[in-house]
């Protein structure tokens, strides 16, 4: 079957660093995607990786090892306003998108 | 855990035909219900919000005449395209709502529908 873990929830403090992972087992793939969601909120997109490596945009990066299924989402200076929800997405050998079920992050000062 | 179902996976139809997409919460009740179409660089556009029973709500710069959402059940939102046009290709998600009785507040994503209009 298809599946995507990451962490249910994770708490950090403002001005730190936290790595969100990520694990899946898909029927192919063709892109892991990464998304922002405050509460009653569109997710905001933040990162997109199909190939291996690292992706630096800012204070966040996205890491991708396909051959272990695995990627992580590295927020750096932590915000109070990065509390917030992240989901992880594949996109399948279908072009279906699989979510994760995302991890909530509790920023406290 | 909750799933959410969207039919068809892909559709490619005639421009000036209409496309029925279908979006079903198949473990849950979801009173709302999201509508998104995801844009070349990935990033999401709700489209509107459909709530059970009543009208949706569309974003602005969304046209509803040509984006026909209809929510009659609690586990079934249809967004139809109607008279589509090549710029209609896209990929709609659907999301579902889902408030447990502990209080949490979740969306869950469906798989989506890549549209092509030809």
């Known amino acids: 079957g298809q599946n995507i873990d990451q962490p249910t929830e994770m708490t950090a403090t403002e001005g730190a660093i936290v790595q969100i992972n990520c694990t899946y087992q898909?029927?192919?793939?063709?892109?892991l995607f990464w998304y922002q969601q405050h509460a009653g909120e569109a997710p905001t997109f933040l990162s997109y990786n199909v190939l291996d490596g690292l992706e630096e945009k800012g204070r966040f990066s996205s890491f991708l090892s396909r051959s272990k299924g695995y990627s992580y989402l590295l927020l750096k200076e932590l915000q109070m306003k990065d509390s917030a929800s992240y989901l992880c997405a594949i996109m399948d050998s279908n072009y279906q998108l699989i979510w994760g079920a995302g991890t909530k992050l509790i920023i406290k000062p | 855990g909750a799933v959410v179902s969207q039919h068809p996976s892909w559709v490619i139809c005639k421009s000036g035909t209409s496309v029925k997409i279908e979006c079903r919460s198949l473990?849950?009740?979801?009173?709302?219900m999201f509508w998104y179409r995801q844009f070349p660089k990935q990033s999401l556009m709700l489209m509107a919000t459909?709530?059970?029973?009543?009208?949706?709500?569309?974003e602005q710069g969304v046209e509803k005449d040509k984006f026909l959402i209809n929510h009659a059940s609690l586990t079934l939102s249809t967004l139809t395209v109607t008279s589509a046009h090549p710029e209609d290709s896209s990929f709609y998600i659907c999301?579902?709502?889902?408030?447990?009785?502990?209080?949490?507040?979740?969306?869950?994503f469906g798989p989506g529908t890549r549209l092509t209009v030809t």
């Open positions: 459909s709530n059970e029973g009543s009208k949706a709500t569309y």
């Open positions: 473990d849950f009740q979801a009173t709302t």
């Open positions: 898909t029927s192919g793939f063709n892109g």
């Open positions: 999301s579902a709502r889902l408030i447990s009785g502990r209080g949490s507040d979740e969306q869950y």
